[in-house]
């Protein structure tokens, strides 16, 4: 699409935009509203959560018995290390330092009002990307940076979002900067999550999503579910299971 055609369907798109693809079904989840669904979900099916950190994982033999926090022993059949970035890092996870790192992302949150210069639909420049939020709202990303546990916003990261978004809508310029952060991706270090059991009975992993970890949520959510359950699911999870990092190595 480009030209007029595209003019008239995202009319904030600047010139330096020539051409674009159009995706008319592509949609986006909002990733705040989700993390809040989720657990109000599972507490309505008799979850209980409780705000804690793991302090190790507590294995006897081959087996798992549940995780100690400062408080104590909270004893489990089933555990499913689900730490993101920091999953290596769980004491009793056996799995390589580097099977998964961080990788920061930093994001701009604009707000256009009363000027209205949003783009209609996400928009994916060749460095970033622009989403539509309600009230006005535009976030802007990001970055890709392997600087460890850093979570600064930088200067740099902020200039980068910044320019890449006005070279595709110039437009913005005049919006507010209403704030800034940064967050780490779990990047596994052969390419794809680590979901599923492990060599230690009982304990699971779902971890590893990278740049996707919204996206995989009901597909990872099934895939723990049959693991954890012992049942055979509809999908074959064996290219992501965990214990391929100890076999690599053993
Ligand atoms: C800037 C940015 C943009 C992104 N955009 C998208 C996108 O558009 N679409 C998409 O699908 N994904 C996106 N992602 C990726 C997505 O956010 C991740 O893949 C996802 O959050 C991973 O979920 P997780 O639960 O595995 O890890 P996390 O969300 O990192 O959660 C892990 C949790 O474990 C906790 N934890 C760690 N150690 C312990 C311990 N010892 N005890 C107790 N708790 C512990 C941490 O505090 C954290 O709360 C983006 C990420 C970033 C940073």
Known sequence: MRGDELAKLEPALGPAVVA??????EAQVDAQALAHAIPAAARHAGAQFRRASVARLRIEGRRVLGVDLDTGLVA??????????????????????????????????????PDGVAPRAVVFGPAGYVVPR???????????????????????????ILAHALSLMPGLAGATLESTWAGFRPAPRDGLPLIGATAVDGLFVASGHHR??????????????????????????SPFRPSRFSEAES
């Not at 689900?82 to 580097?98: I, R, Y």
């Open 20 to 25: 674009a693809v159009h995706f008319p079904d």
């Open 212 to 237: 996707n970890g919204i996206l995989l949520t009901p597909v990872t959510a099934e895939l723990v579910a049959d693991a954890v359950l012992g049942r055979a699911g509809a999908i074959d999870g």
């Open 134 to 160: 309600p009230h006005g709202h535009l976030l802007l990303g990001s970055t890709m940076e392997r600087v460890g546990f850093d979570k600064r916003v930088t200067a740099g990261g902020v200039a980068s």
């Open 76 to 113: 489990a059949g089933a555990v499913v290390i689900a730490a993101g970035a920091w999953t290596p890092l769980v004491a009793g996870a056996a799995l390589p330092a580097d099977a998964i790192a961080p990788v920061r992302g930093q994001m701009v949150l604009l707000r256009t009002e």
